[in-house]
């Protein structure tokens, strides 16, 4: 089979798409033409619907960050320890808002109309960041089991060193663990995919892992 | 791009164009209802960028990249949900007509499967070629370099002769 042959069947293919109506183009374009339907079709589209979602939990995120921040304003610093474990919480969830603020940004600034491994690249880079960029919502664990100390029962009561001291301890370094292995390089393990997440979540960050692998192999120039 | 003067510029360009939409929308979905959804989902991204179209380039180079891209995305997401089904015995509408059953039709039908097997960039790829691009717009539309692109094709095609020749046997 000849490279004109090819060309000879797509033709063909061509041909019979001319002859017979095979989408209702027509009828989609011409409802394109009242903004009104635009507007339903912006709601559809699936990156709007992702920048969207990202919107709802900056919301979110800020509303619980206010909401933390009346309570360390209403403590005003009697208990240190409670003022300084939420407001550590606080920061951290002020991270994980600015990650999907980011989020928004990037998915405004995607052009469709750039090149393909461009535009597909940061498609894809985009959801393995929103898995990697909240994984710093693990940093805040220790912090509600400091939250109710204060200084007579440290000071006090045995129980403090015994029970609730090394417990604090122990999230501490689950904390930290967890924010160093729940990464994307390690979802082929299966305690990270139990504990982070299951099906289709799964799937979707470690099948944009290995889009970005492929795009990358793609782009090399081969011999 | 609001008025309606861009408006009627926007929709006799997608008309007159439409074939660009329909082949990528077959190659990239099999199921005849998804497609719909796809092809919505390009003509509306098309309305969306086109404030960004630099006129200095061709419509449909910026056209193929658009919806090129939309269907990746699209396919790349039925595929994260697990919804793709199996190519059909008949893929394209085409294959439905009346008098099916001549050689043509039969390659045609063939060459559209051989595609869908191709994985997505590749896939892209050969569609552009088929299409009788030149490698730099090949290149240009896929954002890798000439020699890449005259490579790969070329690689491709020995796939697709290969199974033809296979089926001849």
Redesign the interface.
Known sequence: ?E?LE??K??K???S?????K?????S???N??S?ET?QT??A????DALATFNLWAVVLGIVWVLFLGVLVFGNRFQNPYFSVSVSMIMLFTIIAVGAYIRHIIIIKEI??????????KK?AQLETSTFQSTRVVWLQLPFYTTSFWHSQWIMNDPKFWLISFPITIGFTFLAIFLYRNITQENLHKKWVRTLMMSG?EY??VL?AKN?ID??EK?????? | MDTLTAREEFLRLILHNKGIIIKICNSYCPDKNDRDDLAQEIIYQLWKSGKNFDAGYSFTTWMYRIALNVAISHYRKGKQAGQLISFPEKPIDIADKRDGGDEMEEQTRLLQQFIHELKELDRALILLYLESKTYREIADILGITETNTATRISRIKDKLKQRFSMLNK
């Open positions: 089979m490279d090819l060309h069947i797509w063909a293919y061509d019979k798409l001319e002859e017979i095979v989408l209702n183009l027509q989609w374009a011409l394109l033409h903004l635009i079709y912006k559809k589209s699936k990156l052009d469709y109309g750039q090149s393909i491994t461009h535009v597909q498609l289709p799937t979707s099948q889009f492929e795009i793609f782009k090399r120039d081969i011999a």
